[in-house]
Every structure is written in structure tokens, then in C-alpha cells.
């Protein structure tokens, strides 16, 4: 099921502006190199790469109750850019890193100072109890 939602999110990324040809119509696009290999204990490994430079490969294996996974797709965006993005989906959830995408901002000092406090001090949490 999380292979799907991960598939799914890259679909929709990878599709959401899809090419045009001159007159407005939808361009066809070849797959140049397809390759698809699923084993009987979960373990997978896919990748495709398309004519206009799209390229797409993931891995995955099955980690207890969760599935980690690992992947990277690039594409040539609208301005002639490639853009690429590797990610990781596991027990973390997914995180996708990229140039292009945004950070967060940091961590305030003061709470950068009390995250560490709490860090060195376990036996002050009172909710471990």
C-alpha cells in the first residue's frame, strides 16, 4: 500500500504538466529503457527513462510492519531545467531532497537550546513515567 501512495505522488508530480507540442496537442513520448524486477519476499526494484529525459528509479523492501524505500526521478521542467529529486519513504515518512525544493526555517536558538536540554536530561520527563 505505501509502494502505491509513493507511486502515485510520483505519477501525479511527473504528469501534472505534461509536455505540448507546438499546435497544443499532447506530444507522444517513448519509453527508451523499462526494467521491472519484483521477488518473492517484497524486495522490488523499477526504473524507466522516457524520450524527453524523464527518469525514474526506485527500490524497496519490506522492514517489519513498514516498507523503506528508496528512489530519485528528474525531469526537464518547462524553462530547460533538470530538475532531480532523491527521497526515502519509511518509518520517517516521506522526505524528498532536492535544489529546488524549499527549506524550513531553522530552529529558533531558544528552542534549539531546550531541544538539547531535554536531550541530556531524560530522567527530568516526567511523561515517561
Given at each position: 500500500?505505501?509502494?502505491?501512495?509513493?507511486?502515485?505522488?510520483?505519477?501525479?508530480?511527473?504528469?501534472?504538466?505534461?509536455?505540448?507540442?507546438?499546435?497544443?496537442?499532447?506530444?507522444?513520448?517513448p519509453i527508451?529503457?523499462?526494467?521491472?524486477?519484483?521477488?518473492?519476499?517484497?524486495?522490488?526494484?523499477?526504473?524507466?527513462?522516457g524520450g524527453?529525459?524523464?527518469?525514474?528509479?526506485?527500490?524497496?523492501?519490506?522492514?517489519?510492519?513498514?516498507?523503506?524505500?528508496?528512489?530519485?526521478?528528474?525531469?526537464?521542467?518547462?524553462?530547460?531545467?533538470?530538475?532531480?529529486?532523491?527521497?526515502?519513504?519509511?518509518?520517517?515518512?516521506?522526505?524528498?531532497?532536492a535544489a529546488?525544493?524549499?527549506?524550513?526555517?531553522?530552529?529558533?536558538?531558544?528552542?534549539?537550546?531546550?531541544?538539547?536540554?531535554?536531550?541530556?536530561?531524560?530522567?527530568?520527563?516526567?511523561?515517561?513515567?
Amino acid at each position: 500500500m505505501f509502494k502505491m501512495i509513493v507511486l502515485s505522488g510520483l505519477l501525479a508530480l511527473v504528469s501534472a504538466a505534461p509536455p505540448k507540442a507546438a499546435s497544443g496537442s499532447l506530444k507522444e513520448i517513448p519509453i527508451i529503457k523499462y526494467d521491472n524486477t519484483i521477488s518473492h519476499d517484497g524486495v522490488y526494484k523499477f526504473s524507466y527513462e522516457g524520450g524527453d529525459g524523464t527518469k525514474v528509479e526506485e527500490s524497496g523492501q519490506p522492514n517489519g510492519e513498514i516498507e523503506t524505500v528508496r528512489g530519485s526521478f528528474s525531469f526537464v521542467g518547462l524553462d530547460g531545467q533538470t530538475y532531480s529529486v532523491t527521497y526515502t519513504a519509511d518509518e520517517n515518512g516521506f522526505v524528498p531532497q532536492a535544489a529546488h525544493l524549499p527549506l524550513p526555517p531553522p530552529i529558533p536558538e531558544a528552542i534549539q537550546r531546550s531541544i538539547e536540554y531535554n536531550l541530556a536530561h531524560p530522567e527530568e520527563d516526567k511523561s515517561q513515567k
